[in-house]
């Protein structure tokens, strides 16, 4: 009767995986941060645009309100802060999304090395088992082949 094959590094294998899994949702929601953050920035740039659209209407009236152009004035400052610190927050996410695929990556790595001596042991096994099969058919094979010899010469 054939024997199973087993990989006694099956649970080390299982491990790797699962960190593998946890590396590539790491990186999922780093790349969600970079688009809300995508998003956010967005926003701002289009509020930039509306206020710088504004305050030429103004501008083309004739009348200035000095308050409301420092109002205006101090609003898109905010706005450019806040893109600014959008651009900031991208880059920094950036860096750790780089770092943090590098480590992915090396989990993958370490998870195809086991599956790759996984698959060279399953070959070795099921290379042995034929060996010992064909041994054994060319004993039975030899033992026939001796019955039917000896049963020739004695008759």
Do not use: Y
């Not at 590094?9 to 780093?30: G, M």
């Not at 750790?96 to 790595?109: D, Q, S, Y």
């Amino acid at each position: 009767m054939a024997q199973r094959f087993v990989f006694r590094l099956e649970t080390v294998l299982r491990l790797r995986q699962r960190a593998f899994e946890e590396k590539q949702r790491v990186v999922a929601r780093r790349l969600q941060a970079i688009g809300r953050e995508q998003v956010l920035q967005a926003a701002a740039e289009l509020q930039v645009a509306e206020h710088i659209a504004e305050s030429r209407e103004l501008q083309l009236g004739g009348r200035v309100d000095v308050p409301a152009v420092q109002r205006n004035r101090a609003h898109l400052n905010l706005l450019q802060r806040r893109i600014a610190d959008c651009a900031r927050r991208i880059a920094d996410h950036g860096r750790e999304l780089e770092r943090e695929r590098g480590e992915m990556v090396a989990a993958r790595v370490r998870v195809r090395a086991l599956e790759k001596l996984r698959e060279r042991r399953r070959t070795r096994f099921v290379e042995a088992a034929d060996r010992n099969e064909a041994a054994e058919q060319a004993e039975l094979a030899l033992g026939v082949f001796r019955r039917k010899t000896a049963g020739a010469d004695g008759v």
